[in-house]
Every structure is written in C-alpha cells, then in structure tokens.
C-alpha cells in the first residue's frame, strides 16, 4: 500500500510564501508524473502545476512566475514553492502522482492522491 502526505499548508498574509510537500510512502518502486490541484469552494478542482518523472513542469496561469514545483526523486517527494501569494490562491491543494508498486508491476502505476491541505491567503 502507497500513500501520500502533504505538509505546508496554513495562513498567511497575500504577499507570503508557503512551501507545500507532498511525500510518497510505502512500497515505492518508482514515481512518474506528479501534481498539485486546488479545491475551492465553489469551482472545480484545478490544476496548479504538473511535473514529470524528468523534472518537466509546467503550471497553471494563476501560477507561473509566483510558484515553482520540484521534486526529490531520492526521497519520493515534490515540493511547491508558492510565492507572493494572493487571496485567490486560497483552497484546498491535494497532491496527485502515478506511483509505480509491485502490484503494479509491468501494468502500470497507482493514480495515488493525498487528503489535501489547506492554504489561507488573507488580504
């Protein structure tokens, strides 16, 4: 069984910076594409930036030049760096990655998601 947890998330003030984690636990063979998405009350969940198994990113336009993703293949874990934050990036952010298992051996990967964190931008 895999599973993902994230770390980062809280209040702060529009201008700040958060750094969001998302790590992979389990059995872990290999980890391919990864994600952030934003859950906001009333709006579909979206997409805030995605990166692939060779460090490909590429993000939202709410997010570019404001947040960098990264991610730490030795340590299964992708990391984003939000900053000048604006009320509007406010919302639940839950990290998504398509993990390869032995269950999964030579079929594919595990859609894995986390339970989502809660970030606060106040104006």
């Known amino acids: 069984q895999v599973y993902l947890a994230e770390s980062g998330g809280g209040l702060v003030q529009a201008g700040g910076s958060l750094r969001l984690s998302c790590k992979a636990s389990g059995i872990v063979l290999g980890i391919d594409n990864m994600a952030w998405y934003r859950q906001t009350p009333g709006k579909q969940q979206e997409l805030v930036a995605h990166?692939?198994?060779?460090?490909?990113?590429n993000y939202a336009d709410s997010a570019k030049g404001r947040f960098t993703l990264s991610r730490d293949n030795a340590k299964n874990t992708m990391y984003l760096q939000m900053n000048n934050l604006k009320p509007e990036d406010t919302g639940v952010y839950s990290c998504?990655?398509?993990?390869?298992?032995?269950?999964?051996?030579?079929?594919?990967?595990?859609?894995?998601w986390g339970h989502g964190i809660q970030v606060t931008v106040s104006s």
């Open positions: 998504n990655a398509l993990i390869r298992t032995p269950q999964t051996r030579g079929i594919g990967t595990q859609d894995t």
């Open positions: 990166i692939t198994n060779r460090g490909i990113t």
